[in-house]
Structures are given as C-alpha cells and as structure tokens.
C-alpha cells in the first residue's frame, strides 16, 4: 500500500539518497512489506546483474552436461 511505501521510504532514509530505488530483499520473493527496502539505484542494477550473470551460468553450465 501507500502507507507501506511511505514507511520504507522513511526507515531507509530514502530521500537521502542519490537516486532511490525499490529493492526486494530475496529477489525470489514478492513485493511485500517485509521483503522490501529503498536502496541506491546503483546497487539494485548491481544486485540484478549478478542475478543474471549466476542464472546464465547455471544454464550454461547444465546445458554442457
């Protein structure tokens, strides 16, 4: 809800970021309260690309199999 976004946003201290971007803790997992934080963009797209550099790993590592 709003209200939840509004409450991540101030205990992440959001606003003193350079560039806020919404984070799911375990990326597995859904956009809920409990599994979300305000993080730099940066750090999100970091996070992401080391999520798909392993996934594609994975999958090239199988398919040699």
């Given amino acids: ?8 946003w101030n205990r992440d201290a959001a606003e003193k970021l350079y560039c806020a ?3 799911r803790i375990d990326s597995s997992g859904n956009y809920q309260f409990d599994n979300c934080r305000f ?4 750090a999100n ?10 996934k ?4 090239k590592n ?3 199999r």
């Avoid at 809800?1 to 991540?8: Q, R, S, V, W």
């Avoid at 993080?39 to 940066?42: A, F």
């Avoid at 797209?45 to 392993?54: C, E, W």
């Fill in 1 to 8: 809800t709003m209200e939840e976004i509004k409450t991540l």
């Fill in 21 to 23: 971007s919404l984070d």
């Fill in 39 to 42: 993080i730099e963009l940066s």
């Fill in 45 to 54: 797209s970091a996070k992401a690309n080391i999520a798909r550099k392993r």
């Fill in 56 to 59: 594609n790993s994975t999958i």
């Fill in 62 to 64: 199988f398919s040699a």
